[in-house]
């Protein structure tokens, strides 16, 4: 249902833009998130989009990140300005749904110091 790409290998100060396409028109009924998992760590909120157009950030991406969607497209985004090295992580999007969260793949981001 969900198909994240975007990820790869930065330095310090780069900048990605991640996609999260969806087979359906789901991100103009339901919230769109991104979530992201580092090396022995939790999996963390990073971002969301509410169906609205809403946006709320993590604290330690507030000011660097921005989500968007565009619902002609069935797509969010994460653009991620201002990379560190603490921002390396696999990225989940996900939306969440009563009947049961949908998941994309992951994409890795590394960033390099």
């Known amino acids: 249902q969900l198909q994240a790409s975007g990820g790869g290998l930065v330095h310090t100060g780069g900048s990605l833009r991640l996609s999260c396409a969806a087979s359906g028109r789901i991100f103009s009924l339901y919230d769109g998130n991104w979530f992201r998992q580092a090396p022995g760590k939790q999996r963390e909120w990073v971002a969301t989009i509410t169906s609205g157009g809403s946006t709320a950030y993590a604290d330690s991406v507030k000011g660097r990140f921005t989500i968007s969607k565009d619902n002609a497209k069935n797509a969010v985004y994460l653009q991620m300005n201002s990379l560190k090295p603490e921002d390396t992580a696999v990225y989940y999007c996900?939306?969440?749904?009563?009947?049961?969260?949908?998941w994309g793949q992951g994409t890795q981001v590394t960033v390099s110091s």
């Open positions: 996900n939306v969440p749904r009563r009947l049961g969260d949908y």
